[in-house]
């Protein structure tokens, strides 16, 4: 019987680039995000962002009703000492916790700063959530943005990443924001609905140019703006596990599912992991599709990412950590010894080629200092009621950990 295989990625295309309106339609006139301050005058780092008199939608709504609980726990951004830490919480020995305004519940996603002023940075979550900073990550405040404001959506915004002044946000349902001037104005990028996925990553690579992945594998490249792409790769990752069923990938026959995680490596390479953990895949630029990988671990894969070194780091459910043999793009993993106390490990992020912070579930804070060979815990973050889903360093003396309920966890060195 003959099987029914997914279009090319390249069947969207006209030649290299987008072409038919059906994908992308170029925009009439940018989309700025207006700023005002707001009313009375507060200090500089507390302005807030007006909007035009409307009527009060649902996202205005639950922010006016967030206001209170967050002036009593946010008291850095409104000029009033920062309030002692509860005895419960106890002191991080190299990280501060620091108190957003945002509505309970808010799962932070991604953090960027801007590479020229790195006081200045972003902020992103679910439920719309984009917060600014102008003092390096102390304080934030919210961020609005009227193109997305004024739809019936509430947007979770994944990813974020700039260049010199340029930037990029995407989110879901389908949204692609650029700034020019440092993210002082935003314009939206109209996508159509047609785009393979949901756009979970997207990288800056150079003037006007970005790469942009999908949660089905799609990976594009834009050099103008985001007003045409070209497909990096030639079908979707189920279109090529369905069409090499003898490929020996376990799980990989009839798969109908999507990536997990995704992560790029300074080089352009990717490791992803399959929705449910039995494998992993990679993609290496110049190659027309993705590599799948049996897992050489008994339980199911949760996270992988890039050493310092170029080697791979495997994260499996229920807290095991592995590293790849030498760098580059492997299969050989052997496990290191950690104090997950059970709980899953859902990222690694590296300081430096030796130092390295791990965070998971219920608080979990471990540290190497050795390249990964040994890790310690830091158990003053066991108290911590929420579950660390992302590890950034922007530089040697700059990092977050971002968790769900609206943790943010600052490196203070």
């Given at each position: 019987m003959a099987m029914m295989l997914k279009p090319l990625l390249t069947s969207f295309f006209t030649g290299d680039v987008v072409t038919s309106p059906r994908l992308l339609q170029l925009p009439p006139s940018p989309l700025p995000v207006t700023r005002a301050s707001a009313s009375p005058s507060p200090p500089p780092e507390q302005q807030q962002f007006q909007q035009k008199p409307q009527a009060t939608n649902r996202r205005q709504f639950l922010s006016k009703t967030a206001a209170a609980s967050y002036l009593s726990l946010a008291a850095p951004l409104i000029g009033v000492p920062q309030r002692a830490a509860?005895?419960?919480?106890?002191?991080?020995?190299?990280?501060?916790?620091?108190?957003?305004?945002i509505d309970p519940g808010v799962v932070l996603l991604d953090i960027a700063f801007v590479p020229d002023d790195l006081s200045h940075g972003f902020l992103l979550g679910t439920r719309q959530t984009i917060l600014e900073t102008k003092d390096g990550g102390s304080t934030w405040v919210p961020r609005s943005i009227p193109s997305a404001e004024d739809e019936d959506f509430n947007y979770r915004f994944n990813s974020i990443s700039f260049k010199g002044k340029e930037g990029w946000i995407v989110g879901k349902p389908a949204i692609l924001l650029y700034t020019a001037d440092a993210g002082e104005t935003w314009e939206r990028i109209p996508l159509s609905a047609e785009l393979p996925g949901d756009m979970v990553y997207i990288k800056a690579t150079g003037e006007k140019s970005a790469e942009m992945v999908t949660d089905q594998g799609a990976i594009y490249i834009t050099a103008n703006r985001g007003y045409n792409w070209r497909a990096a790769?030639?079908?979707?990752?189920?279109?090529?596990?369905n069409r090499t069923v003898s490929s020996g990938i376990s799980g990989a026959s009839y798969?109908?599912?999507?990536?997990?995680?995704?992560n790029r490596s300074p080089e352009g390479n990717y490791v992803a992991v399959s929705s449910r953990g039995n494998f992993y895949l990679t993609w290496e630029p110049g190659q027309p599709f993705w590599q799948p990988h049996n897992r050489a671990i008994a339980r199911r894969?949760?996270?992988?990412?890039?050493?310092?070194?170029?080697?791979?780091?495997?994260?499996?459910r229920g807290g095991g950590l592995y590293l790849s043999k030498g760098s580059g793009i492997s299969e050989d993993f052997e496990e290191v010894p950690v104090q997950s106390r059970g709980f899953g490990i859902l990222d690694v992020g590296y300081r430096s080629q030796e130092e390295a912070w791990a965070a998971g579930g219920s608080g979990i804070l471990l540290r190497t200092t050795n390249g990964g060979k040994t890790w310690s815990r830091d158990k003053a973050a066991d108290n911590i009621a929420a579950n660390l889903y992302s590890v950034?360093?922007?530089?040697?003396?700059?990092?977050?950990?971002?968790?769900?309920?609206?943790v943010l966890l600052r490196y203070l060195g």
């Open positions: 509860r005895a419960d919480e106890g002191a991080l020995a190299e990280w501060e916790r620091v108190y957003l305004p790769v030639q079908e979707t990752v189920s279109a090529t596990l798969y109908t599912g999507t990536f997990n995680t995704v894969i949760q996270n992988m990412g890039w050493r310092a070194d170029g080697g791979l780091w495997l994260l499996v950034k360093f922007i530089n040697d003396k700059k990092g977050f950990v971002l968790g769900n309920d609206g």
